[in-house]
């Protein structure tokens, strides 16, 4: 599902060459549950943004269910990311303006999904994140764990085989933290192919098979 080989990014300030991410390889195979783990700035943001394809490598290779992705234009590239790939982001990012299932409905612009067919999609996403009952909400009137189920609804609307999570858990309560934990698993269990970047230690404690990567300044340990 993900191959990332020799991988490196770096930012250049001032003629100086800033490296965050050195010489990165693995492979994430189909419905693998991967947690990412590293202490702030070893680069776990630019990694997963890497591998949705909101952030291009310096050099190396990078391939998502065979795509490399590095390579798409722009216009592929939002295609691309809609179908194949979930994002849930620790600040939630839902849009404050639109209601929950208008939320939801947002990935499947890029899909050109006729209106009829998007909201039965999206009915059914907010189902299977247990938070239909709020899709006529808006964002500010949610509480912390019905945003993040929110922004799980929206990352498996167009039911794609990859979700990243980045610290996913960093503004929830540790009763929601649990919840969102068993939707993950649940969405593992129906074959999903999971990456969370995360330096929560309530992951530590998590019952089914996993793999860990741990970074440490910009490279696998
Ligand atoms: N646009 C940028 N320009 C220059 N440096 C950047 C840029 N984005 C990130 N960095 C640097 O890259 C390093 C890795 O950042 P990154 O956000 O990937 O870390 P992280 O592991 O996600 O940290 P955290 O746990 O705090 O979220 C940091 O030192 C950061 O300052
Ligand atoms: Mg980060």
């Known amino acids: ?7 490196n990014r770096w930012y250049t300030i001032d003629k100086k060459r800033h490296q ?8 994430v195979k189909r419905g693998d549950f ?3 783990r590293g202490v702030s700035g070893s680069g776990k943001t630019t990694l ?3 591998l949705a394809g909101l952030e291009k490598p310096s050099s190396g290779k990078v391939l998502i269910d065979g795509e490399p992705i590095a390579k798409l234009p722009d216009i592929h590239l939002s295609h691309f990311r809609a179908k194949k790939v979930g994002i849930i982001f620790q600040h939630f990012n839902l849009i404050d303006s639109l209601s929950l299932q208008d939320n939801v409905l947002v990935p499947l612009v890029a899909l050109k999904i006729g209106l009829q067919e998007a909201k039965a999609m999206a009915e059914r996403a907010l189902k299977s ?3 239909a009952h709020k899709s006529e909400a808006y964002p500010t009137k949610l509480s912390g764990g019905e945003k993040q189920r929110g922004a799980i609804a929206r990352a498996i609307v167009a039911d794609p085989p990859l979700l990243l999570c980045d610290e996913p858990t960093a503004n929830l309560d ?9 939707a993950l698993h649940k969405l593992h269990q129906e074959g999903k ?3 969370v970047a995360t330096h929560d230690p309530i992951f530590d404690a998590i019952d089914f098979p996993h793999t860990i990567i741990d970074l440490k300044d910009g490279q696998i340990v």
């Open 34 to 36: 991967v947690l990412l």
């Open 174 to 182: 540790r009763a929601n933290s649990l919840l969102f934990i068993d």
């Open 20 to 27: 965050i991410l050195k010489d990165i390889s693995f492979h």
């Open 129 to 131: 994140a247990n938070i």
């Open 48 to 50: 997963l943004s890497i």
């Open 1 to 7: 599902m993900v191959v990332v080989e020799q991988l």
């Open 193 to 195: 192919t999971i990456i």
